[in-house]
Every structure is written in C-alpha cells, then in structure tokens.
C-alpha cells in the first residue's frame, strides 16, 4: 500500500472532548471518526485492517470450539420475545426502541439471548438430544442508548461484539461449557494477541443465571473496579465481593491460602461470561427430552460477549507511547512502514520497496511522499500508526530498523538480509 | 464437517408464505430462517457460508480497484447532513426512524450518500488534489421499511449490501471511475460467479444525478422489466424508455444497427451505478480547488451498490432444480457432500472421509448418520444443499460422483482417483 493512497490524515491534536488515549490516537492516526451522532463510530481503513484481523483471530479461536458455527441475526426485531423474557420492561431507557410503519412495536438489539432461543426453539421444537449441545455466535453490531457515550470506543451506542449462546442438557454439561469457552478467551487474549486480562468473578446483571466471569483490561480508565489477591488466584468485580483492597486475603478458594493481600485495580471489561440456567429457554421454550425422561424440559444455557471494538481501544490504551500506538503484531493494521531517508538512492528505495512488497504484501506501508515532506515528518506519521518495524533506506545505502515497541534500532547492510530481520 | 454437528434441519415444506424458489429453498435447506418481524432474516451457518465466499469476492474485486479502500460506517444516524440533502422529507415511510433518550432525531441508513460525502468533507476540509480520487466502500447492514416486504432475501427490510463512494475532480474523471466499477461489477457476476446479468440504462430515482445503470438477473420472479435487444448492445429499464418489446431496434446507438428485434424480459435488480455529479458534495461541501482555480468546487461524485443478500437468493432463482439448490462452485457453501451406502464397508468410509478431508478440508460435509437413516433420505438432503459434488462410497467399495447441476453420476475404482475427479 502507498501513504498517497491510503485513506489517511494524521492529526496533531486530538478531538477537544478526547481525554484517553485511545480516542486520542484512534482518532489522530485516522483509525476511526465520530459519525453523525454522539457514541457512533465510523471505522476507517487503518480501522477497517486492525478490526478484520481481531475478528479473524476471534472467528477462528470460536470456531475450534468443536461444534461452534458462526450465524448473523438482524439487528432489528419486534418486542414479541422481549415482552416474554420481561426485559422489555426491565431494560429502560438504554434500548433504542422505534415503530415500523405499521406501528409494530420494535428495537434494535442490544444484545441477542432472546433471538438465539428463539431460533433454536423455532428451528427444532424439541430439540433431539442428538443436537445437543448447541453453539452458535455471531460477529455485528450491537445499540444501546448510553446516557454519557464516553471516551471513544470504550463506551459507544452502536459497537461491535462478539457473540456466542450455548444450549446444554444439563447444568453439569453447562459449566463444561463454560469452561471451554473461558478458556477459548484467554487464548484469544493471552495467546494470540499476548494481552494481560485478569478474570474476575462478577455480577449477573439483567441477564439473569446465577454464574458469571469478566474478562478486564487493567486500566486507569477503566470504570470497573476489580479486587484481586497480589500472590493467588482470587479476583472478583467488587460488585460481588465483600473483601477490599488492602486486607489480607481471606477468599477460602484463593490459591494463596490466607497468605496474600489484596489490590484494588480500575479495570475495562472487554468480556463477560454467563451461566444462564433456564432464564431464556424457560418462557421461550427451548427444550429438549432428558435422558430417561418424558417431558420436554428447557435447556441450560450460556451466554458469552467479546467486546470486539472495545478491545481495540482497551489494547491501545494499555499499548502506547508519546510518539503513538504499539500494535500487538496480530492485529497492527501493516507490519512494517518504509520510509526512504533524504538523499536515498531512489533506485534502491523503489527495489527496497519491491523487495518487501513480495515477501510482505499488503502488510508493507510504503510512504511514497517526495522530499518536500520532511524526514522527521514521515518518522512522525509511521510512529503514530504503530507498525511493528518500521524501516528507513539511508543516504548510505544502509537499512536502519526501527523496533516500535522499544524505539530500538538497529542495521542491515544488505537488502537481501532486511527481510528476515522484520518478523 | 460433519452432518451430525451442523445447524442444518431441513424441511420437507417450505413456510406457506414463501411463493419463490430461492425463499422456498434457501428456508427448506436451513441457509436463512425469518427472524422476529417481516423481511428480517437470519443467517444460518449454511447461509453465512455463502455469503462469506461471496464477500470475499467482491472485497478482491474492489481492493483491485486502484485506491479503493473498506471502512464500515454506523447505521445509526442523526438526521442532520439528510435535511441538507433535502431526504430526510424526500423519502417516506420507507425510512426506520426514531428517538434517542435525548429526543434527537435519528435513523436507519438504508443508504450511506450523506455519511460518506460528510466524512470526506469533514476529515480534509477542502480536499487537497493529490488525495483524489478517493474510492471508498463498505458491506454492512441497509434497512428500508418496506410496505410489503416479499420473496424472502429478495425483499428485505434488513439486508446486506456492498457500496461504493467516489469522489473525482471533474465529470470526465467521474466517468472513467463509473466505467471501472461497471467493469469490476461485470467481473463479479460473469467471471467470478460465472452468472449471466444484464447491464441496462436506468433512472436515478431518489439518487439524483444523471447517468445510470442497474445490473439485473433475468427472472420472472423480478419486478423490475427491461428492454432488451435481441441482437444488439441496446438495454435499459422500461423506466428510461418509450421503446416496446416486439417492435424493431431504434435505438440509435445499439450494435445491431437497426436490424434486431426488442425483447421484454422480467429481472431481478442486484447491483446499481450512479453518477451523482454534486448533487451531495454540494450541499455537504465536499469541495477541492480544481486546477488553475483559486477557489474551491465541489467534488464530482459517484455511488455503487450490490445487494449482497438479494444476489444470493437471485442466483437460487435462477439455478436449483426439482431437487434443491445448484451453487456456482465460487459460492457453494461446501464443496462436497460425503455418503456412505448402505452396507459400505465403514473402514472405508472412514478412510475416504480422511483423505478427502486432507485435500478439501472445510469444504467437506460428511454425511455421519448411520444406517438407520436410509440413503435416499441422505440423497435427498445432500441435492437440496447444492455443493457441486456428492461422493457415494458404495458397497462395492466403489466410489460414485453425482455432479450436482448436471445429477450425471461417474464411477471411481480407486480412492487415489477420487480427489481430481472432484474439481
């Protein structure tokens, strides 16, 4: 890709309402703009890069679930399943609600458990035991009406999540579920985008069930406050637990034994997990026939939310510097940025150019500008979009690598060597 | 993958409301299911299959346009650049409209004109000239409030589309861009799915601008009625034009010179070009500096769309049989469907459900159930899925191919033979 053709206008100086730093990189390194509309985000190309490759890595740690199948709901739907489960009434002002020309009744979706019981019942009736378990997720978009849209992508009213509802014969076979899905999360986090979240007990909230874990983002502009043991294993959202930052640790469960002390830390949720029990399956008539049994009784169900966007600006918020954003290597929007010195052979730009380009393809930035645009400029600009390397062509004829996460550089003599030194 | 995990029930009975093959088929066969209103439709793993290859298809073919670039604009909107552009009045009850909790006038895009024109406008101010052209596209969520919404994916009220901004320095350069599309849209349907579409000169309706064409399927199901040539290049919508079928060619800059006869034939509208010229970039003030111009213009603008959904449910209109759905091999949601017959050695079946796995990977279905569900019934499921092939392992331990769209059968002695015979 060429910087003339790249959909991209860097700013100095970030939007007067911007105060953390990923609305203000995001935003200053044209990743996302602000539509038409407070919490509404448009994704642009440099965006549109780092959120395909998220989702791509989501898809696939869902997918090696075994039985695991992606679907697309509509975004918009009727009250009907709403007024049964009682969250119609239960959920206020947060749902944006509207009238269809015949004056249906009718919501765009802020999350999907009464669609994906609703599909599940309405495809099987009673469902075989031979079906079971059922998983289905989806990646798109989700609208709730927040009264203070804040801090750019970390609370917005129309963002992106993952998905994934589970139907299970049992609560036994429930929890094993759970538990696969919890650990298809810290995959994602802790292995293919090699973030740090903690794990921590929580609240079941509206959604009802009696069993939920958060996945958190340790961040100062985090509006969850997490409490967890400095040695062991316990963490939990201090909306479920009595213990406070400061005592020892007196959690029975805690790997720690009574020996640890606990620490309060300001988090951002980027996931939540849900036992469901029959919450949804009850009044939506999700059912199956028990072993040895006669009559249909409702599933045991889970629900599970990445917040897909959110973790985009979670990761810059917790993976930056003063010069700009530090992609992970999974999810940076191009892998390296050349850029050629001034007084550079022009000739050995355009084969350095080449040459990457066939062993990088589009993951190669080239920053195509003339002379008239300043070195210190075009080191600006690489920076602050966050490639993992980013390479000059010096006036000598030496390549020099920078490494963004550390700042560090170091020299290639022989274009036939650079190559291998960028991954 | 394997029949027995699949989210896949199909049925013998399609809905009672569905009239047309593809709502009849693509419902049977467990690809779409309504979901919690009319014309709103839920993806099933099936469906999500095909319209994933079918994304990825028009994703390459617009990345080859040189500069083109994907974004993903919200659906939600305020209503503020559509009363510049004098829509927000102009389109009636067609648009989902509401409120948010602040009482703000918002809606559902069911075309994105004013968001994208805004955003070029807002993110360069006056467009420096070495940005232009500027090319940029999305696939994502359209609603449109329907009066009757019908044919399953053919009329929705939420449905998936692919569309394309341009923005050009002048009405010349506008139209090279509209004839580049023309051509990446004609490479779509005729190369890449192999679909015979009518290209032919249409009205602008609520678009504004002056010059455009739709891209049609052939089909009775369609709504729309074109004029076309029998011999000749001549084609358009009978919107534009006063001509008639049965009456001779008059049109003065057809091929056939005057000697071919007009036809009238019923299509299925899946794709739409217009040259908007200013209508948008005017009143939004998307404005550059033309050459030797000291003062700014607004930019020359263009919009593309393709109906993701109601292409799929268009090539079903026009390729199934009595027996269920015949896919273009590009789009087919698998590319095989494995059988073993009844009294075929397991061993081998296993064997051959391992090899061809090897070569085809996630492109293989496996029929899994065992005897007691008979071969026919496993007949009858694999043909009204409509993968290109069906491979019968048979008692003779011999191999059979039942090509789908042609139901010929071949015989393979020898599992080493089978994997080339299947592409």
Known sequence: MLRSRLFFLPRKNAPADAVTASHQ???????????????LWETLPLGKRVLDKLQAIIVSE??????????????????????????????????????????????????????????????????????????LYQIGRKFRDELRPRAGLLRAREFIMKDLYTFDESEKKALETYEKVCRAYERIFNERLGCKVLKAAADSGNMGGTYSHEFHFESPVGEDVVIKCDTGSFCANTEVTKLKGGDSCTDLSCSCKGSGKLVETKCIEVGHAFYLGTKYSAPLAARFVPEGDTKPSPLQMGSYGLGVTRIIASIVETSHDSSGIIWPKAIAPFQIVLVGAPGADARLVSETFAALKT?????????????????????????????????????TGEFEIIERSTQQTSTVKDLSHLGSKLT
């Not at 995001?26 to 919490?39: C, D, E, H, W």
């Not at 210190?376 to 690489?382: E, G, P, R, T």
């Open 359 to 395: 062993k990088f393809g589009s993951e190669l930035l080239f920053d195509d500008r003339g002379e008239n645009v300043g070195m210190s400029s075009k080191l600006i600009d690489a920076k602050l979009i966050g490639a993992p390397f980013i390479v000059v062509v010096r006036k």
């Open 62 to 135: 869902m997918d090696a679930i075994e039985g695991c199948q992606q679907v697309e709901m509509p975004s918009l739907m009727t009250s009907e399943t709403w007024r049964k489960t009682k969250r119609w009434d239960a959920i206020g002002q947060e749902m944006f609600r509207l009238r269809d020309r015949k004056d249906t009744e009718m919501m765009l979706a802020p999350t999907h458990e009464e669609a994906f019981t609703e599909l599940v019942a309405g495809m099987h009736g009673i469902v075989s035991r031979a079906h079971l378990p059922i998983y």
């Open 25 to 39: 990189l995001l935003t200053r390194a044209s990743f996302f703009r602000q539509g038409q509309g407070a919490g």
